[in-house]
Nanobody
Framework: QVQVVESGGGLVQAGGSLRLSCVAS???????????VDWYRQAPGKQREMVAS??????TNYADSVKGRFTISRAVENMVSLQMNSLKPDDTAVYYC??????????WGQGTQVTVSS
């Protein structure tokens, strides 16, 4: 099993910044590698949507709504951050980290709440 823990959420005013962190741990990581790590978000009454993704190669992908404002980075294989700048009230959501392992399994964290006030 792999445990995925997100942190860094909170309440911020519009225009502010937050940095989310995602840490994956578990003995299985000694046998398999982490491939892609994604950040998703889900706002009340809306479907979960992919916000940003980073592959082992370092290639990144962003939702159009966050391009130029959010930056995903990977310090080490099992630690990924999401720097969020110029936050808008529409960014309010629970943010989830999804870790995809080389054996084909995927693991999700419990999420961290981000609230942007106007």
């Amino acid at each position: 099993q792999v445990q995925v823990v997100e942190s860094g959420g909170g309440l911020v005013q519009a225009g502010g910044s937050l940095r989310l962190s995602c840490v994956a741990s578990g003995s299985i990581l000694g046998l398999f590698t982490i491939n892609t790590v994604d950040w998703y978000r889900q706002a009340p009454g809306k479907q979960r949507e992919m916000v940003a993704s980073i592959a082992t190669s370092g290639r990144t992908n962003y939702a159009d709504s966050v391009k130029g404002r959010f930056t995903i980075s990977r310090a080490v294989e099992n630690m990924v951050s999401l720097q969020m700048n110029s936050l808008k009230p529409d960014d309010t959501a629970v943010y989830y980290c999804a870790v995809h392992i080389s054996n084909g399994a995927s693991y999700w964290g419990q999420g961290t709440q981000v609230t942007v006030s106007s």
